[in-house]
């Protein structure tokens, strides 16, 4: 894992290498990295993780297990571009399985409790359109789903 950039840190209750297994099973060009054990002193036993090194698509990660002091909320969510209907629904089902919830307008939470949006391609361009009645229509329909529907925004937008 490369320490020049960034590294986004998410904070568990115990769950860190679970959750590091978790995404890395479902993100292609995922990897796991060292897990560093918690030292002596910390509030859980040495023999627990303290945190595990992973990486999604490139972008560096840690999971600390931190405690039960913060949760995750959807203030920050990680976005998931799709380039079709197959892969909208791929990573759809594998967040929301055991225990995630879907939101509105293709937002989810995991099983964890990290907010995700998974966005088909399609609906940025066509939300980046210029004509604003098209635009109205593909955000009104998007706004009546859970899960984005390609098919069904499309229509929309096409009137």
Known sequence: MSRDGLTTCLWFNGQAEQAAHYYTSIFPDSSLGPATAQPEGMPSPPSDVMLVEFTIKGESFVALNGGPEF?????VSFQIHCDDQDEVDYYWDRLTADGGEEGPCGWLKDKFGVSWQVIPTALLEMMGGSDAARVQR??????????????????????
Do not use: C, S, T, V
């Open 138 to 159: 593909a955000a009104e329909a998007m706004l009546q789903m859970k899960r984005l529907d390609i098919a069904a925004l499309e229509k929309a937008y096409n009137g």
């Open 71 to 75: 949760a995750f909320n959807e203030a």
